[in-house]
């Protein structure tokens, strides 16, 4: 996906980007490629598929969510920021909060918010599982996401307990969200979730299965959950 098909692609879904929001993705793409070489932040480094498989694929959260509001966002294990930071160059007004369990990563989105020109975005280098047990944090996000940290029984532990109440877990899946959506019934029925809806997508040009979850909180989540770190991995509740 050249820039003019991802500029234009994201204008037939009403997201319209100014010269500067398509600057700071060739910044972004520069920057990613640039570290890449010292660390491993991605796999994909050719430039068409950096647009469509980490940019365009990110903000698609929003073709079916509405980021126009001015919303506290967190996003659980954003590796190389993804996919909140596509998500807030074409928001601005977002909130957002990225936790990475590796300092590494940390320091890359750091220099990255920092060139970009991003405000209120806040680091964290920690574990999901403690994080979710921070009182300052818990249960005090509108939106949380994730895209392809771990399976949904296991991403539900990590991620509902940071949703405030009436908030959303935005889940951004591949082709086998169906079946891990049977699997983490319970696990989102324990922890406050349900499933508001499901929205089932091809990513263009290649043609490969995308779906996204939303999921409301209706209730609070326990206060046992999240367990301590690497349990939720171990022991998923299903």
């Known amino acids: 996906m050249d820039t003019e098909l991802f500029q234009s692609s994201l204008a037939e879904k009403g997201i319209v980007l100014s010269p500067q929001q398509l600057d700071q993705f ?31 694929d990110s903000i698609s959260a929003a073709f079916y969510f509405d980021f126009s509001k001015p919303l506290s966002i ?13 998500i807030k160059i074409c928001f601005p007004d977002l909130q957002v909060s990225i936790v990475d369990s590796l300092q590494k990563r ?53 991620c509902l307990p940071l949703v405030k109440k009436n908030g959303n877990f935005i889940a951004m899946k591949a082709a086998a969200a169906k079946e891990e959506l049977d699997a983490g019934k319970k696990a989102l029925n324990v ?34 959950y999240p367990r301590k770190p690497g349990t939720p991995n171990k022991l998923p509740i299903e």
């Open 26 to 56: 060739e910044l972004y793409f520069n920057l990613l490629v640039e570290w890449n070489e010292k660390m491993n932040l991605t796999s994909i480094t050719d430039k068409k598929e950096v647009y469509l498989k980490h940019f365009y």
């Open 74 to 86: 967190c996003d659980v294990g954003a590796g190389a920021g993804f996919p909140s930071l596509p």
């Open 106 to 158: 940390i320091n890359f989105l750091t220099h990255l918010t920092n060139e970009l020109g991003l405000k209120n975005v806040q680091l964290f280098h920690d574990r999901a599982e403690t994080f979710g047990q921070d009182k300052s944090k818990r249960e005090s996000f509108d939106v949380v996401t994730a895209r392809a940290v771990a399976r949904l029984s296991v991403l539900s532990e990590l």
């Open 191 to 224: 922890l406050g979730g349900k499933v508001k809806d499901i929205h089932s997508f091809d990513l263009p040009l290649e043609k490969s299965e995308r779906t996204i979850l939303l999921i409301e909180k209706i209730k609070e989540t326990p206060k046992k």
